[in-house]
């Protein structure tokens, strides 16, 4: 079995990398970062080291690694004989990567098995877009043939690592990684680890509203008290009071939307956070909080959730602060920081919404937005 995976990076590696060679999967990382695929070239190893209550220490061999922008014939032959493509980096450069998937399937055998596709991104069905990406590159009208799309949700905290770490990762002891199982119809891989579901929704929207919205409010109120480190933030009363408050609005959501019990969420919600505060991870707020424009644009952690609770009625206070403390975000060294505060001092409150958020006028959530953007720019 082969699997290649686009995006060596620190998740590449210390998770979906993981799990697929702990399957069995002979791996073929692809990736643009010369340094990262040449050390990867001349590697036998790299170590996953756990950390948390329960370490452990998973060494990862027999890999192999192809620069996807210097070897495009070498990358077209390896998903050519692939089982299995996966992605890990970022919603955003999937169309950047299609290419290239789309040009391996075209040189598959006419009887080889559908190879399966699932980007494995912080983003509502991911896959989807990647697949939209795909479609608008390959040329033949046999692509449903050839191909499986399948969504997929993925949860682990992969903080900033030691410079001096080389390729060794070190991640939390939790992951989830949830697949949808419809496009395989009866049949599908066997990766140990993978939680396999009938219904991909409520799994996603749980884990981007609960980690990924409860993470960057800890991140940007910690931010604004001047606060570095995440589990120091956690630690503080009033960024806890914060974060919580979210994380009550988000819970009510999944509750009402996805019938959830209220308990189950509860639990949920309370490992999160004992997740955030792992002292073994060294996650900063300036990491974590990175990347204000995405976060707060309109199918993500933030809008989505609060949009979704304004059409119901429900309340969403918590989360208009802590997207005002989003705006507030001005890290220099982060390029959407920097673009952030620009549109802030120079654009309309009006245009900064339209353009940062994509709501529109007639939304109910507008209004409240609106309001928080004014008051940024008052300050």
Request: proline share 6%.
């Amino acid at each position: 079995m082969k699997a290649v995976h686009f995006g060596a990076g620190n998740i590449g590696r210390g998770f979906v990398g993981l799990l697929l060679h702990n399957a069995g999967y002979d791996l073929v990382f692809a990736d643009v970062a010369e340094a990262l695929i040449a050390t990867l070239k001349d590697a036998d190893s790299y170590v996953v080291h756990e950390v948390g209550e329960n370490p452990q220490t998973h060494e990862v061999r027999g890999f192999s690694a192809l620069n996807s922008a210097a070897e495009p014939e070498a990358l077209t032959a390896a998903i050519a004989s692939a089982d299995i493509v996966t992605t890990a980096v970022g919603a955003h450069i999937l169309k950047f990567v299609a290419p290239a998937i789309a040009a391996g399937i075209a040189a598959r055998p006419a009887d080889a098995p559908k190879l399966a596709v699932m980007a494995c991104e912080n983003a509502i069905n991911g896959t989807d877009i990647l697949a939209g990406e795909v479609r608008k590159a390959y040329a033949g009208a046999d692509l449903d043939d050839k191909v499986i799309f399948a969504n997929t949700a993925v949860d682990r905290i992969v903080p900033n690592q030691d410079p001096d770490a080389g390729l060794d990762v070190t991640v939390e002891n939790f992951y989830e990684w949830a697949i949808e199982t419809p496009p395989f119809g009866e049949v599908h891989p066997d990766i140990p680890g993978v939680t396999w579901v009938p219904d991909l929704e409520p799994y996603i929207e749980r884990k981007l509203f609960t980690v990924n919205t409860g993470h960057a409010t800890s991140a940007w109120f910690g931010y604004a008290a001047g606060i570095e480190k995440i589990s120091d933030a956690l630690a503080d009363p009033g960024v806890a009071a914060k974060v919580a408050a979210v994380l009550v609005e988000t819970a009510s959501l999944i509750v009402a939307k996805h019938g959830v019990p209220a308990e189950t969420q509860a639990a949920y919600v309370e490992k999160i956070l004992k997740r955030f505060a792992n002292p073994y991870l060294p996650d900063t707020t300036l990491r974590v909080g990175r990347a204000p424009l995405r976060k707060l644009s309109r199918n993500e952690r933030f809008i989505s959730p609060a949009s979704q609770l304004a059409e119901r009625g429900m309340g969403r206070a918590a989360l208009l602060e802590a997207m005002g403390a989003g705006l507030l975000f001005d890290a220099a060294d982060d390029p959407e920081a920097v673009e952030l505060q620009q549109l802030l001092g120079t654009a309309s409150a009006a245009e900064v919404v339209a353009k940062v958020t994509g709501l529109g006028i007639d939304h109910p959530l507008y209004a409240d937005v609106l309001a928080v953007v004014e008051a940024r720019q008052a300050n």
